[in-house]
């Protein structure tokens, strides 16, 4: 059973870089998609981005300019970079796996999810 | 953007009952929608993906319809650990959105 945890800072200063990686296990990377979803009382559940084993990856034209996802098949890992961060970046990011149905794995649907981290921007 | 509108905000209702929460979607997304239940301190699970295909090993008291902008997720008798916050999500466009999310409490 695949699970994924979250790690790094939870507080990174205003202008800086936010970066986090997540570590998966009890499955294979080589066969979905990895994203990253993040949730704050003011803006509620909004999507980062995926990356899929290959490299491929998709933005949320909102954050895209800010954005990059990385994988490292090898150490089982992806990892998110957000610059030039303000307050309103300060969120629970949750990673997450692209939910895989019988032969198929969607790249837009979530499941399983890590626990999350909080990440504050504050100087 | 496409913008999802879910109603009501919150649901007040006994174990037993049946749970009807609505998803609105401000322009035609098909089929693509998906619901979600989150828990207080957890992350969000996957429950209906293609508007009415259940998510592997979720119950069948959970059910998904709708198609095109109006959407709903029913709980057909709620069970004491189904009080929880429910999120839809569409994939239609490539910018994925979520709903503000209902929030099932008991009454």
């Known amino acids: 059973q695949v699970q994924l945890r979250e790690s790094g800072p939870g507080l990174v200063k205003p202008s800086e870089t936010l970066s986090l990686d997540c570590a998966v296990s009890g499955g294979s990377m080589k066969t979905s998609y990895w994203s990253w979803i993040r949730q704050s009382p003011g803006k509620g559940l909004e999507w980062i981005g995926y990356?899929?084993?290959?490299?491929?990856?998709n933005y949320n034209p909102s954050l895209k300019s800010r954005v990059t996802i990385s994988i490292d098949t090898s150490k089982n890992q992806f990892s998110l970079e957000m610059n030039s961060v303000t307050a309103a970046d300060t969120a629970v990011y949750f990673c997450?796996?692209?939910?895989?149905?019988?032969?198929?794995?969607?790249?837009?649907?979530?499941?399983?999810w890590g626990q999350g981290t909080l990440v504050t921007v504050s100087s | 953007e496409i913008v999802l509108t879910q109603s009501p905000g919150t649901l007040s209702l006994s174990p037993g009952e049946r749970a009807t929460l609505s998803c609105r979607a401000s322009?035609?997304?098909?089929?693509?929608l998906a619901w979600y239940q989150q828990k207080p301190g957890q992350a969000p699970r996957l429950l209906i993906f293609?508007?009415?295909n259940r998510a592997t090993g979720i119950p069948a008291r959970f059910s998904g319809s709708g198609s095109g902008t109006d959407f709903t997720l029913t709980i057909s008798s709620l069970e004491p650990e189904d009080f929880a916050v429910y999120y839809c999500?569409?994939?239609?466009?490539?910018?994925?959105?979520f709903g503000g999310g209902t929030k099932v409490e008991i009454k």
């Open positions: 322009q035609n997304i098909g089929k693509y």
């Open positions: 293609d508007a009415s």
């Open positions: 999500q569409q994939r239609d466009s490539w910018q994925l959105t």
């Open positions: 997450a796996r692209g939910y895989c149905h019988d032969t198929m794995c969607y790249a837009a649907y979530y499941d399983p």
């Open positions: 990356i899929y084993y290959t490299g491929t990856t």
